[in-house]
């Protein structure tokens, strides 16, 4: 990628596991910045990989979750972009 262009972004939805977590990998070997969904349950794969994630929490049958992915994101301790979440119940 140059320099003088913007770094691309990448929405993956089911991020945790098989070909989700594969395209992850991918794209964050390739310079992308990647913000990948699971469900709450199955991040701990995704957390471990290195370069430009974002990991959300994300249940797609809960409309609020999905809408609270427009929210800007802090940066945590760690560096990593977190989403402030609304607790919603189904």
Do not use: F
Not at 12 to 20: E, F, Q, V
Not at 57 to 69: E, F, M, P, R, S
């Amino acid at each position: 990628m140059e320099a003088n262009h913007p770094q691309q972004t990448v929405l993956l939805i089911g991020a945790s596991r098989g070909l989700g977590l594969a395209m992850a990998e991918e794209y964050l070997t390739r310079g992308w910045r990647v913000i990948a969904t699971a469900r709450a349950h199955s991040t701990q794969r995704l957390c471990k990989l290195p370069g430009a994630l974002e990991v959300e929490v994300l249940d797609i049958t809960v409309a609020q979750q999905v809408a609270d992915l427009r929210a800007p994101p802090r940066r945590s301790s760690a560096g990593r972009a977190v989403r402030e979440r609304r607790r919603q119940e189904r």
